[in-house]
């Protein structure tokens, strides 16, 4: 189990809509769908930890250069995200000695 050193601070609504790019509306869409992680503080107001601004990053590339649209993109993000997964299994597989047997 690791801790991190520092708490990193958490992007409210509008600081992580600029740092992404995004309109505030779509970002809000995005948290609806279940594609990007925010919670709500005790005002009530969206927040989003820092990590979640690769995942608006791989979003955008997804919908500009594959065209795919908004409602798909959770589909594609998580076919791709298993495919990885799957990727990592065969490589360390390979590694092991010996590997393991195919049946």
Same mark, same amino acid.
């Given at each position: 189990?690791?801790?991190?050193?520092?708490?990193?601070?958490?992007?409210?609504?509008?600081?992580?809509?600029?740092? %992404?790019?995004?309109?505030?509306?779509?970002?809000?869409?995005?948290?609806?769908?279940?594609?990007?992680?925010?919670?709500?503080?005790?005002?009530?107001?969206?927040?989003?930890?820092?990590?979640?601004?690769?995942?608006?990053?791989?979003?955008?590339?997804?919908? %500009?250069?594959?065209?795919?649209?908004?409602?798909?993109?959770?589909?594609?993000?998580?076919?791709?995200?298993?495919?990885?997964?799957?990727?990592?299994?065969?490589?360390?597989?390979?590694? %092991?000695?010996?590997?393991?047997?195919? %049946?």
């Amino acid at each position: 189990m690791s801790h991190p050193l520092v708490r990193l601070p958490l992007l409210n609504l509008e600081s992580f809509a600029q740092a %992404t790019g995004l309109h505030p509306e779509l970002v809000r869409r995005l948290v609806a769908l279940g594609l990007i992680d925010a919670f709500r503080d005790a005002a009530g107001d969206l927040c989003f930890p820092p990590s979640q601004l690769a995942a608006a990053g791989r979003l955008q590339r997804l919908h %500009t250069q594959l065209a795919v649209n908004y409602a798909s993109l959770g589909l594609v993000a998580d076919l791709l995200d298993r495919i990885a997964e799957l990727e990592a299994a065969l490589r360390t597989r390979a590694r %092991t000695p010996g590997g393991m047997p195919w %049946t």
